[in-house]
């Protein structure tokens, strides 16, 4: 992929996941704003990009905020002339189940992960529209979005409120020819690493230099973050013009398209429905094939 010539912004890009995803942005050729409120993983993010041969920035700033929001774009402007693609992938955790999250622990949450996604999002899409060449917004989702996890009532629902506001603006932008969707990676990161199942595997690959197995990168579709930055320099790049609207999975060895949401069973009642006779056809009719919920419980080949 040739990205020469575009400039791009990826939030939360100091370290993990959004730093492999600024680095690849920066390989193909784009010009890349790193951010991160850790200034010294601004710096060394920056530091290395540049020593490889690409160009990118600095902004130390916690996502969340209109100010900050302003300020990425306007240094994306500033430095390198305009904007092409915005990764929002700045995110926290405050994990704990529902009795016992408390309200800065969901405000936090979702202040970062879907205000800062909106705020983002929002200035991103003014300065696309006012330059009328397109653009590429990649919002960063989760599993947990998609099907829930146990202790992250806060992650979840911002994962999941991600998802579909690219929805929504996939249809709101496609006139000025920006295309959104969403991404729902998988990767060894600080936080998989503490999964019991993944943890002996994923510590034996670091020692080692050896690939994770196969059972990790194809059936629970983890590998490294490197596998997962692939997505994003595609869907910067003009060979995804018409990918639009999507919630894209990828890890390791997999890649894939969640389904949208939609009916699965439907029935019908003259009149309306009575409690009574819901009750009488659930189990035989609408219901008798209930949806699972959660991130399905990982299994290694010695379990």
Known sequence: MDLHGKVAVVTGSGRGLGLAYARALADAGACVVVNDVDAEAVDAAVA???KAGGRAAGVVAAVGGTQTAQRLVDTAVAEFGR????????????????????????????????????TCAR??????????????????????????????????????????????????LGRAGITVNAVVPVAATEMTK???????????????????????????????????AALITFLASDASEDVTGQAIGIGG???????????????????????????GQWHTGVGAEPETYGIPAPKSPEA
Not at 196 to 219: C, M, N, V, Y
């Open 123 to 172: 200035a991103a899409a003014v300065r696309m529209r006012e330059q009328g060449t397109g653009g590429r917004l990649v919002l960063i989702s989760s599993p947990a979005g998609q099907r829930g996890n146990f202790g992250q009532t806060n992650y979840a629902a911002a994962k999941a409120g991600i998802v579909a506001m690219a929805r929504t603006w996939a249809m709101e």
């Open 194 to 228: 503490t999964i019991p199942a993944f943890a002996p595997a994923i510590e034996e690959s670091e020692r080692t230099g050896t690939p994770l197995p196969d059972w990790l990168r194809k059936d629970e579709g983890l590998g490294t973050v490197e596998d997962v």
């Open 48 to 50: 290395a990009i540049m």
């Open 253 to 279: 060895d997999r890649l894939a398209l969640w389904s949208h949401p939609q009916e699965k069973a439907v029935a019908f009642s003259d009149g309306g429905w009575s409690a009574d006779a819901i009750a």
């Open 83 to 118: 904007l092409d693609v915005l990764v929002t992938n700045a995110g926290i955790l405050r994990d704990r189940v529902l009795w016992k999250m408390t309200d800065e622990d969901f405000d936090d949450v979702v202040g970062v992960h879907l205000r800062g996604t909106f």
